[in-house]
């Protein structure tokens, strides 16, 4: 995986088949997921949704993460809250991760004219960048907390074991991401070889954030000084 760069059709980036094909799979199981615990009917899309409708808390630790209480010590402004709010959110965060898989897979998405075999550019149009992003970041969301990663000390641990090619045999049981799906509910433990798996997704999705947000923001700041 080559880092997003700034080009007159958008945002470029490399990935081989095998991450195109696991980042698209897993924010589509994420997508899934949110759908199922938040309570957004199956065929409902972000046009379709004008209100909630029903004040629903998802169960999964996962989408807590996603859709999470906007107060956290009024539990009736939070209810109200997420009465009103939570399936616009939903739906929005559903349709951008569908998009964001659909943009990846390797049997459909866009490449430049200068990739003709279509050898894993993945094109990001300026304008659906933040979504792009915003898909990312509930990929890792969902990651982190099948991981058991609760701050950054434990997201630097992960990094430098991923980035070593460490797989730690430390009995770790955190998160449930099981090796059949990467997000579904909660499962057993991860084992020592399922964690470093998942870590290395964890990774590759914030190394692709992380240079797609430098790319926007670098273009921000010499709009500004133009």
């Not at 094109?123 to 659906?128: A, E, Q």
């Amino acid at each position: 995986m080559t880092p997003f760069r700034a080009t007159p059709a958008g945002f470029v980036a490399t990935w081989e088949p095998v991450e195109r094909e696991v980042l698209a799979r897993v924010a589509r199981d994420v997508a899934g997921l949110l759908r199922a615990d938040s309570g957004l009917p199956d065929d409902a899309t972000e046009a379709d949704v004008a209100f909630t409708g029903v004040a629903r808390v998802p169960r999964d630790p996962a989408v807590q993460r996603l859709l999470p209480d906007a107060h956290r010590e009024d539990a009736d402004v939070a209810a109200e809250f997420r009465h009103l709010t939570q399936t616009d959110l939903a739906a929005g965060k559903v349709g951008r991760l569908e998009a964001f898989a659909d943009a990846v897979d390797p049997a459909d998405a866009d490449v430049l004219p200068a990739d003709p075999e279509g050898e894993g550019q993945v094109l990001v149009p300026r304008d659906g960048a933040q979504d792009f992003a915003g898909a990312l970041t509930d990929v890792r969301l969902v990651l982190g907390e099948r991981l058991g990663l609760d701050d950054d000390a434990d997201v630097e641990l992960l990094h430098h074991h991923v980035l070593a090619g460490v797989v730690p045999d430390d009995g770790s049981d955190g998160g449930a991401a099981g090796a059949d799906d990467g997000t579904g509910g909660a499962q057993d433990a991860l084992d020592a070889e399922q964690r470093f798996y998942w870590g290395g997704v964890f990774v590759a999705a914030g190394f692709a954030q992380e240079s797609l947000m430098d790319e926007m923001l670098a273009e921000l700041r010499a709009r500004r000084t133009d």
